[in-house]
């Protein structure tokens, strides 16, 4: 078995689109519709054929209201991992991105958390490298 | 070979788009040779659109009020709408939601038959794909009316159909857009 998609709820697919497009410099990989169900992906450009995000049109009253109190919790629906996180945090909020957390040391990696503004928080994460 | 195997669309026809704005309105015009209360009930019997509409209906649409789950038929991933009726003149006209899509249809009696309009909204990069395959279940509800039945042709079915290709490119060319990638090239590799 592989992991090539992991879904994230979305409010809205076109906006969720221009924000994992436009903000983060996501690649659009698969789009299609068949009535009103729309499968669209998207993968990182640094990462274009890994595993890919599929913003799932969230219509359902379960996972509205799971999205929403995790939402309010601070929790978030998804974890991006890289390599400089005070660099993504610094090129994503200078795209109009609001963090709610600036990158922060915590045990073993940096994090910072941002609103997708599609119902989500999506953590990125760097580890922290210890020298031996 | 069976009356399935043998369909094959005739050339895009009978559809219009119309634009206002960002929303696209998919509009549908067939005439049959079936009265409308014969239309209305496939349209709204859960027993005839399993025949040849894109969704299951979990109960009959035919009485205003109503919440119905609809079911798109070979999404890939399980997916389900609960839609209301908000309109339903038997046997003239029907309107309901599925899901962000809205749904009216108009029953017209004509020259002893039926002239049926739909209009569904759509998103744009997909308006050809829709045309195509409402073309087509048109198609399968002629011949389910008929007495005839050939049986849904839908999602899947619908997709790796070469006449559905053709339509979808014909209508693309049609609405002057640019016909969507289909299949997507990691399934034309396999």
């Known amino acids: 078995m592989k ?3 992991t879904s994230i709820y979305v409010d809205d697919q076109d906006k969720a689109l221009r924000f994992y497009a436009d903000v983060l410099g996501f690649t659009k990989k698969t789009d299609f519709s068949q009535g009103p169900y729309r499968w669209l992906t998207v993968a990182p450009a640094e990462d274009p054929n890994g595993t890919e995000l599929q913003l799932a049109l969230n219509n359902n009253p379960a996972a509205k209201a799971y ?9 978030p629906a998804a974890m991006f991992f890289t390599d400089d996180v005070k660099g993504d945090y610094e090129r994503i909020a200078a795209r109009g991105a609001e963090f709610t957390m600036p990158p922060t040391g915590v045990t073993g990696s940096t994090i910072a958390m941002l609103n997708d503004t599609c119902g989500n928080l999506i953590q990125l994460t760097q580890l922290a490298h210890y020298s031996r | 070979m069976t009356d399935r195997e043998q369909y094959m669309p005739g050339p895009a026809n009978g559809v219009q788009i119309r634009k206002d704005g960002e929303k696209w309105t998919l509009i549908l015009v067939r005439e049959l040779r079936h009265s409308p ?3 209305w009930q496939a349209l709204t019997d859960p027993a005839h659109l399993r025949e040849w509409a894109p969704f ?5 649409l035919g009485t ?3 919440t119905v789950k609809l079911t798109t038929v070979g999404a890939p991933t399980p997916h389900v709408s609960e839609t209301k009726v908000t309109r339903a003149d038997a046997p003239k006209a029907l309107v309901y939601n599925w899901g962000n899509h809205d749904i009216r249809w108009e029953l017209e009696a004509f020259g002893g038959g039926t002239r049926l309009t739909l209009w569904t909204n759509i998103g744009r990069r997909f308006i050809s ?11 399968v509800l002629d011949r389910l009316l008929s007495g005839t039945p050939i049986g849904r042709m839908v999602g899947p079915d619908a997709m790796k159909f070469g006449g559905w290709q053709r339509l979808n490119a014909e209508y693309a060319k049609q609405f002057g857009i640019e ?12």
């Open chain 1, 3 to 5: 992991i090539k998609v």
């Open chain 1, 67 to 75: 999205q929403e109190a995790i939402f309010q919790q601070g929790q």
């Open chain 2, 37 to 39: 209360e014969k239309v």
């Open chain 2, 56 to 60: 299951e209906a979990d109960g009959s």
């Open chain 2, 64 to 66: 205003v009020g109503t």
């Open chain 2, 129 to 139: 794909m829709g045309a195509a395959g409402w073309h087509i279940c048109f198609d």
């Open chain 2, 179 to 190: 016909a969507p990638n289909w299949p997507p090239q990691a399934a034309q590799e396999s």
